[in-house]
T-cell receptor
Framework: DAMVIQNPRYQVTQFGKPVTLSCSQTLNHNVMYWYQQKSSQAPKLLFHYYDKDFNNEADTPDNFQSRRPNTSFCFLDIRSPGLGDAAMYLC???????????FGPGTRLTVT | GEDVEQSLFLSVREGDSSVINCTYTDSSSTYLYWYKQEPGAGLQLLTYIFSNMDMKQDQRLTVLLNKKDKHLSLRIADTQTGDSAIYFCAEGGNTGGFKTIFGAGTRLFVKA
């Protein structure tokens, strides 16, 4: 089945230790998104790629970076995680800008 | 600015209908979505409605859109315990293009 896959599902990192979360898709969608979702809150868009074009939200901290080496994969790098970065990180894809988004199961990040 | 608001909790008895309400602010939104999130999982697109429609029915789900009041509702007929989850209202396809704005989610409790 075509889908959005996120690995790992659970990630524990230490305060200040860089961490990378990964997302892959078999939908061949042009757009890939990363969202941060904290408990009982709405998902918050961090950035997205349209093909290779990277678009950062204005309020996304510099601590968060992303890479998309090819159509299928997209990575979220957190350079120096703080306690406030503990959250669920959701990857999503869409065919185009105005199309519905398909979400992966998320990676729950814990910062110790 | 863009905002989506929804009540935080709803409790219903099994077999009753559930109605989850949402208000949004961006009148240029092309699509309005309902997503479902079960514990520890990503968001699953349940249904969506184009802004030029006022109703959409899909099996047990009925979406009503009042564009004048910027009010969206999701009715779940014959609610089952498996419907217990968080339901997110979202607007997208607006002048901002890629950005989908989510509400904070309504947690639906279904009592047996």
């Amino acid at each position: 089945d075509a889908m959005v896959i996120q690995n790992p599902r659970y990630q524990v990192t230490q305060f200040g230790k860089p961490v990378t979360l990964s997302c892959s898709q078999t939908l061949n969608h042009n757009v890939m998104y990363w969202y941060q979702q904290k408990s009982s809150q709405a998902p918050k868009l961090l950035f997205h790629y349209y093909d290779k074009d990277f678009n950062n939200e204005a309020d996304t901290p510099d601590n968060f970076q992303s890479r998309r080496p090819n159509t299928s994969f997209c990575f979220l790098d957190i350079r120096s995680p703080g306690l406030g970065d503990a959250a669920m990180y959701l990857c999503a894809t869409s065919r185009g800008a105005l199309d519905e988004q398909y979400f992966g199961p998320g990676t729950r990040l814990t910062v110790t | 600015g863009e905002d989506v608001e929804q009540s935080l909790f709803l409790s219903v008895r099994e077999g009753d209908s559930s109605v989850i309400n949402c208000t949004y602010t961006d009148s240029s939104s092309t699509y309005l979505y309902w997503y479902k999130q079960e514990p520890g999982a990503g968001l699953q697109l349940l249904t969506y409605i184009f802004s030029n429609m006022d109703m959409k029915q899909d099996q047990r789900l009925t979406v009503l859109l009042n564009k004048k009041d910027k009010h969206l509702s999701l009715r779940i007929a014959d609610t089952q315990t498996g419907d217990s989850a968080i339901y997110f209202c979202a607007e997208g396809g607006n002048t901002g293009g890629f950005k989908t704005i989510f509400g904070a989610g309504t947690r639906l409790f279904v009592k047996a």
